[in-house]
Each structure stands twice: as C-alpha cells, then as structure tokens.
T-cell receptor
C-alpha cells in the first residue's frame, strides 16, 4: 500500500501570497493531521481532521485553515504569508479507531517564503 | 499542557557501539503514549518505537529499546549495534489518550551522528 503522499515537494512564495498544500492519507485512514516544522525544531501541531470535521487546532493564527474531502484527502491553506511561515509542513494520517493511534507521516512540503 | 524535553541537541556514536538518547516529559495524566520518531535527511518521519504508559515492561524493537521511568517522567532510547543508517534526527513525542485531537507533542530533537 502507498504511504502518505504530499504535494508539492517544494515551493517558493512571496510575502503576502496564499499557498495550498495537499495530502493524501494511507488507504483506510480517515484522520489527517498537519504539523509545521521550523528548521532545527520539532514539529508543531496545526490541525487534525477526522471524517471531514475539525477535531483539533493548535496555536496558529487564523491565516491557517484546512479542510478534509470525502475521499479523506486534505488541504492546508495559509493566507497572507509571512517570512516566519517558511518551514517543512508535515501531514500524518492515522486509523482513528486504533487505540495507539500511531501517526504515519508523509515526506513533507518545504515552503520557502521570500 | 504537556511538554517534552530533549536535552541533547547532538550525539555521536561509533559504528557497532551503543548510544542512549534522553527524553523527559511533563504531564499530569496517568495514562498516555510515548513515541520515538526518526527523521533522516530525506525528511520522512519514521516511527521507531512506542510505549504505553500503563505497561511496566519496556518496549523493544530489534536493536532499539526504551527505558521508561514513569515516576521520573523519563523515556530514553537505546540503540544497540549502531549502524550508519541510524544517523538521523531523533524526536521524542507524547500523546494524550484523552481529547478528540490526540495530537503529538514533540521534543526539539537530538541529531545522531554515526562514525565509521
């Protein structure tokens, strides 16, 4: 089975622009989480979606939004980009009903804001 | 809120030797899950090992084992017979069993170098 996939791999944006990042979970996984990883730091939780509903939100401004589609894929949107939004954005999927709730990560999208 | 601390930004080990990475966490919960993830230069975050807090027995996965000290809130990772492919950033992570999001809280990571 294919793992978690993310697109694009890299992208460069200018301050003030908008960006959309995409994620496809492992087949059978209905939960998707997004994390931001700034260089040299551990990932920080942004959002979690399950069955197309937001289940959790981290401490990020309203410029960050996300949604989950009927096929369980997800988009992360960031408006009015700032230099500080430059980071690796990781998507993780999980089988919500499994107690250990292991999260499987995609390869990430490297966003550079100039 | 839970916090995870990794006090060793960098570690190095000779190939075939053993190395231990440290992790401490702060929580008021009695039941939770702890994980070690590996992130090589390819950036893919890979689960190495997990520990359920209600289990007294330390988890083991081949060359990887943990020393879980619940009272001390300590969760160290031991890598035996280190291999060149073990070189990566290692993150300790905590997950609460409660709440609807069940997000992971990560430490700041330890960069492991394996010397030939």
């Amino acid at each position: 089975d294919a793992g978690v996939t993310q697109s694009p791999t890299h992208l460069i944006k200018t301050r003030g622009q908008h960006v959309t990042l995409r994620c496809s979970p492992i087949s059978g996984h209905k939960s998707v989480s997004w994390y931001q990883q700034v260089l040299g730091q551990g990932p920080q939780f942004i959002f979690q979606y399950y069955e197309k509903e937001e289940r959790g939100r981290g401490n990020f401004p309203d410029r960050f939004s996300a949604r989950q589609f009927p096929n369980y894929s997800s988009e992360l949107n960031v408006n009015a980009l700032l230099l500080g939004d430059s980071a690796l954005y990781l998507c993780a999927s999980s089988h919500q009903t499994v107690q250990t709730y292991e999260q499987y990560f995609g390869p990430g999208t490297r966003l550079t804001v100039t | 809120a839970q916090t995870v601390t990794q006090s060793q930004p960098e570690m190095s080990v000779q190939e075939a030797e053993t190395v231990t990475l440290s992790c401490t966490y702060d929580t008021s919960e009695s039941d939770y899950y702890l994980f070690w993830y590996k992130q090589p230069p390819s950036r893919q975050m890979i689960l190495v090992i997990r520990q359920e807090a209600y289990k007294q027995q330390n988890a083991t996965e081949n060359r990887f084992s943990v020393n879980f000290q619940k009272a001390a809130k300590s969760f160290s990772l031991k890598i035996s017979d280190s291999q060149l492919g073990d070189a990566a950033m290692y993150f300790c992570a905590y997950r609460s069993p409660s709440g609807s999001a069940r997000q992971l809280t990560f430490g700041s990571g330890t960069q492991l170098t394996v010397l030939p």
